[in-house]
C-alpha cells in the first residue's frame, strides 16, 4: 500500500509539472512603480528622470535570480498637479506596469508641472490598489516616490497606504526632494521605514553631466540600424515604429545609454513588434492577415515570411552583441575619466535608485553578475 501511494504521489507531481509548466518555470519578475510629484518646483526631478531612465535600466541588465535575467515592468503615476482632478486626489496614473521602456520614456516627457496639492498617501493607495502587482512571492515589488511636501498632505492617512503595500510584500522607498535640515524630511524617512523601504534626499537641481566617450558616435550609428530590424504589425506597428525615433530623439546626449538598454533582454516591444511578440508567444504568423504586416511582408508565402522574421532576427541580434561589445568600452573610459573629474557623487534619482535596489534585490535572492 504505501508503495502504491508513493507511485501515485510522483505520477500526480509529474502531471503537475506537465499541465503547468509556466508556473513551474516561470522567470522572475521586477516591478517597480515611479511616483513623481510635478507640482511647479519640480521641473529638475522630471529632468533627472526622463535622463536616468537608461542607467536605472542599464543597471537591472545585470542582475539576474536563478541563471536568467528576469522579466522587468515599470509603471508611472504623477501628483501634485492642479491640472489633475482634485476628486481624484490630483493623481494620474501614466502608464501600468509595462515591459516596453519607449513608452515609459514617452509619458515621462509628457509630464508638464504645475501647482497643486501633494498628496502622497492618495498616490500610494493608487498605486497599490490600481497596479497589477504580481502574487508569486520570488517577485520584487517595489514603489518609489519622490516630492519635496510635508509627506502627510491629503485626506488619505500616508500610513494606511503604506501599509497596505507592506501587506503585498511591497517595499515603499521616499525619496525627498527638499533641504536636508527640514523636518518635514523626518516623515517621509518614517514612510520608507513604515514600508521596509529607504528613505533618501536628493538636489533634485542638481545637473547630470554626461560625459562623452569615443564610442558615443559608433553607437549611436549601430543603434539606428538596429531601428531598422524591427517589423512593425497590427494597429500599433506604425505608432510603436514613431515612438522608438522620438525616444531616441528625447534622449539627446544620452542616447549611448538608451542604445544599451535597447541592446539588453529588458527592450521589449511586443505590442507592435513581430519579432517580439513571436518570441513572446503573442501571434502567429499564420494567424497575422497580410494588410496587418508591413508592405514588404505582403504577399509572400508563409515560408517566406519566416525566413524575412528570422534573417531580420539574426540581424538584430548581431548589432545589439556589437552595441554591447563598445558599451563596454564606453563604461570603461567612463570609469577612468570619473576618477579624475571634480564631480563629488551627489545624490540625484539615477544613484539612489540604484543604490536601494542593489541592496533589496539582493536580499530577495537576486543576483548581481
Same mark, same amino acid.
Given at each position: 500500500?504505501k ?67 528576469? #522579466? ?42 504645475n501647482?497643486?496639492? #501633494? ?40 500610513s ?12 515603499v522607498?521616499?525619496i525627498?526632494?527638499?533641504?536636508a ?36 558616435? #559608433?553607437?549611436a ?23 522608438q ?19 539588453s533582454?529588458?527592450?521589449d ?28 511582408m ?47 557623487? #551627489? ?6 535608485i ?16
Amino acid at each position: 500500500m504505501k508503495k502504491l501511494t508513493r507511485k501515485l504521489f510522483a505520477t500526480a507531481l509529474t502531471l503537475n509539472i506537465l499541465c503547468f509548466p509556466t508556473a513551474a518555470f516561470a522567470k522572475a519578475k521586477i516591478q517597480i512603480a515611479i511616483l513623481l510629484d510635478s507640482s511647479n518646483s519640480m521641473d529638475g526631478l522630471i529632468d533627472q528622470t526622463r535622463t536616468q531612465l537608461w542607467q536605472i535600466v542599464n543597471y537591472l541588465s545585470k542582475v539576474t535570480k536563478n541563471g536568467e535575467v528576469p #522579466e522587468l515592468e515599470v509603471a508611472l503615476y504623477h501628483y501634485g498637479n492642479d491640472t489633475l482632478p482634485s476628486s481624484e486626489g490630483f493623481v494620474r496614473l501614466l502608464t501600468g506596469f509595462t515591459p516596453e521602456l519607449d513608452l515609459v520614456s514617452e509619458k515621462l516627457f509628457s509630464i508638464r508641472t504645475n501647482g497643486g496639492q #501633494e498628496y502622497a498617501g492618495w498616490v500610494i493607495r493608487s498605486a497599490v490598489q490600481e497596479l497589477n502587482w504580481s502574487k508569486n512571492p520570488g517577485d520584487f515589488r517595489v514603489i518609489f516616490i519622490a516630492g519635496n511636501e510635508p509627506f502627510d498632505q491629503g485626506p488619505r492617512v500616508w500610513s494606511q497606504a503604506v501599509n497596505l503595500a507592506v501587506k503585498g510584500d511591497t517595499l515603499v522607498n521616499t525619496i525627498y526632494c527638499g533641504s536636508a535640515e527640514s523636518q518635514e524630511r523626518q516623515l517621509w524617512a518614517s514612510g520608507a521605514s513604515l514600508g521596509k523601504g529607504s528613505s533618501f534626499n536628493i538636489n533634485q537641481d542638481q545637473k547630470i553631466a554626461v560625459i562623452e566617450s569615443p564610442y558615443d558616435s #559608433e553607437i549611436a550609428s549601430w543603434n539606428a540600424k538596429l531601428n531598422q530590424t524591427y517589423i512593425p504589425y497590427g494597429r500599433e506597428g506604425r505608432i510603436g515604429q514613431q515612438r522608438q525615433v522620438a525616444e531616441d530623439s528625447n534622449a539627446g546626449a544620452n542616447l549611448a545609454a538608451r542604445s544599451n538598454s535597447k541592446a539588453s533582454e529588458y527592450y521589449d516591444n511586443a505590442s507592435w513588434d513581430l519579432i517580439d511578440a513571436l518570441d513572446n508567444g503573442k501571434v502567429t504568423l499564420e494567424a497575422i492577415p497580410d494588410d496587418a504586416l508591413p508592405e514588404v511582408m505582403r504577399g509572400m508565402t508563409l515560408t517566406e515570411k519566416r525566413a524575412y522574421v528570422a534573417a531580420k532576427k539574426t540581424e538584430r541580434q548581431a548589432i545589439q552583441r556589437k552595441i554591447r561589445e563598445l558599451s563596454q568600452k564606453r563604461d570603461e573610459y567612463i570609469d577612468r575619466q570619473r576618477k579624475t573629474s571634480t564631480d563629488k557623487g #551627489e545624490n540625484t534619482v539615477d544613484r539612489v535608485i540604484i543604490q536601494s535596489l542593489r541592496q533589496q534585490l539582493a536580499a530577495k535572492g537576486f543576483k548581481l553578475n
